[in-house]
């Protein structure tokens, strides 16, 4: 029996503007809307869209609706939505995306996370792994609000006390991961 391809879904205008938000429709077109990925991920009880939310104002190419959403940043990249997909779609790599979306076009709602996870992979460029105290102190002074340092003082009390994070200071480092995110950051222009 001869199957029909799934047809494109329409895109709004606003969508059309990013071009990602295309790239991720096309990741999760063949959604059914079974909402496994929901029930799979450990982190949709603090969504305020659940994930299968998510993949369809993506299919209509709600953009304002998307990104009005912390969803996306809230995904942790576990992959237990991509594996558990009946459709076997891309789900990680697309709120991959969808982050990837809203750093470059440096949306203010999400400021915090886009810092958090710039400054992580800074330290980690660094020093080939990440360094706590180090990180910690460039987020701060990214987030340039002098009373975040007090929200965190407690956890990091509790974990120097475990011998969680140890007590380096600050440095440029050796820079071991440089080459690397030099070809990712090309990969990523091209
Ligand atoms: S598990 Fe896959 S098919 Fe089901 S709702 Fe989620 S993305 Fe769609
Ligand atoms: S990869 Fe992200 S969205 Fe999927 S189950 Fe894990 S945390 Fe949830």
Redesign the pocket.
Known sequence: MKTSSPQPLAIDPMAEKIPDLRKVGEM?Q?????????G?CPNAFAMDLT??TL?RLVQMGQADDIFQSKTFMLCSACYA?AL????G?P?TEAMGVLKQVAAKRGLHRYKESIFFYQNFMESVRRHGRVREMEFMTLYFNAMRNPLLPFKFASLGFKLMIKGKVSLQLPSKGKGRLDAIFRKVKSLEQS
């Open positions: 999760v063949a959604c059914i809307q079974c909402g496994t990925c929901t799979s994930p299968r993949w939505c558990r997909c009946p459709r779609l789900l």
